[in-house]
């Protein structure tokens, strides 16, 4: 973490209006030093500041929230071609901190651009969203009407709970509102135009902005492609197929590889045995499932090996790990981004049992399943509607995503590909994992080449795993 501020206090207030007379400007931001982070051995290395924002863009002069912003300037400011707004996904992430964060982004890159970061609301220091501990949850593949009601109860209340602990910003939290909020991010640096590059639910965001303010875009990456035209049934059943694919890809590896832990048995034929001893054991159920789907990420299949291997040895699991505050701002981002409403067990019967047709080894995705049913306590349409991309007015956009990627499926990259052929261009790992910018030098140039000189390749194109 960057310290305990960014800059003053990120708060929601209502002691200044966000607007003078009819119109609407944001104030220039202020620089100052990040903080120290206690936990990291050097300094981070850029400036951190706030923008203010209406809380409510349709009502302006309303109170309004600040938003925490982190800037690494171009080392070669002479050659300068303005900022690249960058944004690490989630939902829950600090993209302020990533952009301060070394490592990720070449040399040229960070050359060439102001690189920018700024935390979407509810998240790092963008008025946090914490939900209160719910209590034990039921289980959420339930067996018969009542305990779907018990479920469906359970979520109500969390999600009514969340909501009243973290307003006014839980209404005010859905990817269409912090698409504005970036085009105010751009406004305060006074900037025309911008260069873009997110990741994972990041690739959202910058399809919003996309949308809304084509005509301000430079150049845009999207990495690990989110389709937010899919409805309930594809945004489970895709993600259940890629799961299974993930897992047949790890398979694969353990084939292959001597120092896995599973090598020469066969992988698939134990891996269910492994789910039945990971059931039965002191934690909550799918655990393993859980653990072995995050491996995917990486891959780190090394890792999923061992955990695999340990269950069917009976040793006792590893803790799986926590992501940012996701569980909490998912109730008010993704339940509000995607139309997930299941609104009767005969429904849910039919959806799962479609999620375990395409994805029968991992029993769906750990992911989607677990976002369906935390949304079950939400009521009403979604404040940001899914639809099919329409981005005419921006220029092209360069699609990355692996082959074999367990959160973003490539079909949804191949989907959003073709909602917007005629402006974007696809370049695919073919390879596992989640996340494509910094795999190898053929998906790092490309992208860079795309950044720096506004060059696409001129057809979709392939980088080796």
Known sequence: MLGTVLASALLLTGAAPAVAGAGWTPSPIVWTTCPDDPDSPAPPDGECGTVRVPLDWNAPAGPSIDLAVARHRATDSAHRLGVLLADLGGPGSSSAEFAVSPGFFSPEIQARFDVVGFDVRGTGRSAFI??????????????????????????????????????????????????????????????????????????LLGQQYAERYGDRVRAMVLDSVIDHSAGIERFLGDRATAADEGLRQFAAWCDRTTTCALHGQDVLAVWPRALEIADGLPERRNWLRDRVFFDMYGPDWADAAQVIADTLAGKPPVTTRFEYNYASIRLAVVCQDFALRIRSFAQYSALRAEELRRGP???????????????????????????????????????????????????????????????????????????????????????????????????????PA
């Not at 109860?153 to 005010?172: I, M, T």
């Not at 306590?377 to 991309?389: I, S, T």
């Not at 990627?405 to 390879?431: I, K, M, S």
Request: glycine content about 6%.
């Open 130 to 203: 914490r939900c209160a501990d719910a209590g034990p949850a039921p289980g959420d593949e339930p067996a018969d009407r009542a305990e779907f009601a018990v479920l469906r109860r359970y979520s109500e209340k969390a999600v009514s709970d969340c909501r009243a602990r973290n307003l006014p910003v839980f209404d005010h939290a859905n990817t269409a509102v912090n698409a504005r909020d970036m085009d105010a991010v751009r406004r305060a640096l006074g900037e025309d135009r911008i260069s873009y590059l997110g990741i994972s639910y990041g690739t």
């Open 361 to 463: 080894l991992m029993r769906g995705s750990t992911l989607s399943h677990g976002e369906a049913m935390a949304c079950l306590g939400v009521h009403g349409p979604p404040a940001n509607p899914p639809h099919r991309l329409d981005i005419a007015r921006a220029p092209r956009l360069l699609l990355l995503n692996t082959r074999y990627d367990p959160a973003t499926p490539y079909a949804w990259a191949l989907a959003v590909h073709r909602q917007a052929a005629a402006n974007t261009t696809l370049l695919t790992y073919e390879g596992a994992g989640h996340g494509v910018y910094p795999r190898n030098a053929c998906t790092r140039s490309a992208a860079d080449r795309y950044l720096l000189t506004l060059e696409a390749p001129r057809h979709d194109t392939t980088c």
